[in-house]
């Protein structure tokens, strides 16, 4: 069965500070990693990674894939109270065949606080 | 990114009665759209594929006669669940994946807030 960790399961943290949350994964033919920010409705697409080692990057977002060790990482440079929202994690894979899906980790809440 | 709209958007029904959520694309094709479930401070859990023109893949233990899934159009996905009852309360979410492009990217509607009284 497919499964997606996410650590920490929850965060607190000071405005300015950096954060790194962690993803690994078990996937069936793994196809792309797929970070997301939910608040209170539904998720908002952060950033895509198919392939190790290369660095996505958007304002004080950066994000990156080992396929190696089944792993990814999202960090948040100089963190906002804007940034506080649970953050998701899912993997795309076929798996029984040409199904594609995400399973999704449980998410890491992260709390900034002024 | 890619807009995807849902409707309605919060919906109180009394034990018992059906309710039908739409979900649409609004500036692109989907060829799949997907329906999840999300209970207070869990995950999402996918409850059915569907592409268009063809039958929804239901996951193991999502009971395909109570949650209807018609996919009739490129652009429009609809999500009945029958007979509800309470514990069918929850957020219930759907995304989109388009043709094209970044195909793997998922776009996700804002979802329906569910609630059987």
């Known amino acids: 069965e497919d499964k997606v960790v996410q650590s920490p399961l929850s965060l607190v943290v000071h405005e300015g500070d950096t954060v790194t949350l962690n993803c690994s994964y078990e996937v069936t033919n793994f196809r792309s990693l797929l970070w997301y920010k939910q608040e209170k409705k539904a998720p908002t697409f952060l950033f895509m990674l198919?392939?190790?080692?290369i660095e996505k990057k958007s304002g004080r977002l950066s994000s990156i894939l080992d396929k190696k060790e089944l792993f990814s990482i999202l960090n948040i440079t100089a963190t906002q109270t804007g940034d506080s929202a649970v953050y998701l994690c899912a993997v795309g894979g076929y798996s029984g065949g040409s199904n594609y899906k995400l399973t999704f980790g449980k998410g890491t809440l992260l709390t900034v606080n002024p | 990114g890619a807009v995807v709209s849902q409707h309605p958007s919060r919906v109180i029904c009394k034990s018992g009665t059906s309710v039908k959520i739409e979900c649409r694309s609004l500036?692109?094709?989907?060829?799949?759209m997907f329906w999840y479930r999300q209970f207070p401070k869990q995950s999402l859990m996918l409850m059915a594929t569907?592409?268009?023109?063809?039958?929804?893949?239901?996951e193991q233990g999502v009971e395909k006669d109570k949650f209807l899934i018609n996919h009739a159009s490129l652009t429009l996905s609809t999500l009945t669940v029958t007979s509800a009852h309470p514990e069918d309360s929850s957020f219930y979410i759907c995304?989109?994946?388009?043709?094209?492009?970044?195909?793997?990217?998922?776009?996700f509607g804002p979802g329906t807030r569910l609630t059987v009284l």
């Open positions: 500036d692109f094709q989907a060829t799949t």
């Open positions: 198919t392939s190790s080692g």
């Open positions: 569907s592409n268009e023109g063809s039958k929804a893949t239901y």
């Open positions: 995304s989109a994946r388009g043709r094209g492009g970044s195909t793997d990217t998922q776009y």
